[in-house]
């Protein structure tokens, strides 16, 4: 079925578990050919992590379908709908995003998973810094330091905008569900 720009109907190659599986799949090849690795190390390693990401895949889209009640099948789409703000016409569709959006809202809004998240990439940032500093590469350990200031800032920003796009859907599946104009 073919994808129609701005309308979320369709499905893409990314929303089956064997599209992200290939997806990862290639980037670790692509990265592992870059390192210098042998290729036939490449390529192993390039198919046991994207069996690795196919299975975390599969595992996460049913634990989120069995806490929203939406079906495995609808949530890449609904998800993607809810993002760019936009709200099926189907009032039985809008109460699945209704139920996506509010558990993701409360996914975004659990400290604990943020602290979690951001103090383990602020470890892993300032100890491969520190490790740089301390064998005396002190050019690796500024780029250390400013690829990890970089990457802690675009995922903060990238949670707000996630955050902010998310509440903007969910007022308006309030207002079209209040009989007010979205």
Known sequence: MAQEKGTGKGRRMLDSWWGAALFAGVLWLVFGLLSHRGVASAIVSAVIYGGFMAASYGIRRRRVSRATGVEADELPRL??????????EDPEQRRQMRRLVRWQLGRLHDMRRA??????????????????????HAVAGLCWLA???????????????????LTRTDRRLNALDHGQPA
């Open 79 to 88: 998800a993607r709908l809810a993002r760019r703000g936009q709200v099926p």
């Open 115 to 136: 602290v979690l998240a951001f103090g383990l990439l602020f470890l892993v940032f300032v100890g491969n810094t520190v490790l740089w500093f301390a064998t005396g």
């Open 147 to 165: 690829g990890g200031l970089a990457v802690l800032a675009l995922a903060w920003w990238s949670r707000r905008r996630t955050e902010a796009r």
